[in-house]
């Protein structure tokens, strides 16, 4: 039951790279997320998908897109990666509606800018 | 807008001691609330929830009480052990148009020493 699976799980850049995070989950889930998180300020939201052919922006989008390919898949891109972007990245998918909050999370990708 | 407080980490207690790690909340309307946790190279996971006032959330020896009196939801475990060193996360969900979407605290992190 592999769950939430991201990757990757490392990657380090180099200020101006572009990279993109998969996310993909077996779950059949409508909602999907990313969240970065980062030393002494949680978890902050990304960006989000509510279901299939929708997302919007939560937080602190400024800097990345993403593409929910699919109902299973939801990607987020770094079109040109800043050391501020350096962080733990986490996908997550929720059955909106079923158990309000419960939200799965992926291992997460640790992510560097140099 | 809504936001989650929770006490400064890290905290190191004994193996057997009581534990409390203090959250607070600030929003409108009715939230649920929760507790998720973060084991070492691991992504969170939901420990317990809350979805009214005076519900007590349990699980795995932790249990946390929603006071909508104090806008708190403290955690608790009577007898901790090592396997118990992790990351805690209080967060609390709301509704916008039909989307839940989770506010997470800062984090806590635990320490227990044999």
């Known amino acids: 039951n592999a769950g939430v699976t991201q990757t990757p799980k490392f990657q380090v850049l180099k200020t101006g790279q572009s990279m993109t995070l998969q996310c993909a989950q077996d779950m059949n889930h409508n909602s999907m997320y990313w969240y970065r998180q980062d030393p002494g300020m949680g978890l902050r939201l990304i960006y989000y998908?509510?279901?299939?052919?929708?997302?919007d922006k939560g937080e602190v989008p400024n800097g990345y897109n993403v593409s929910r390919l699919n109902k299973r898949e939801f990607s987020l891109r770094l079109e040109s990666a800043a050391p501020s972007q350096t962080s733990v990245y986490f996908c997550a998918s929720s059955e909106n509606g079923q158990v309000p909050g419960e939200l799965f999370f992926g291992e997460g990708s640790r992510l560097t800018v140099l | 807008g809504n936001s989650v407080t929770q006490m400064e980490g890290p905290v190191t207690l004994s193996e057997e001691a009581f534990l409390t790690i203090n959250c607070t909340y600030t929003a409108t309307g009715y939230p649920s609330l929760f507790w998720y946790v973060q084991y070492p190279g691991e992504g969170l996971q939901l420990l317990l929830k809350?979805?009214?006032?005076?519900d007590k959330g349990s699980n795995k020896g932790f249990e946390a009480t929603y006071r909508k009196e104090t806008t708190s939801f403290h955690l608790e475990k009577g007898s901790v052990q090592v396997s118990d060193s992790a990351v805690y996360f209080c967060a609390l969900s709301r509704r916008d148009f039909g989307n839940e979407k989770l506010t997470f605290g800062t984090g806590t992190r635990l320490t227990i020493i044999p």
């Open positions: 809350a979805t009214k006032a005076d």
């Open positions: 998908s509510a279901s299939e052919g929708t997302t």
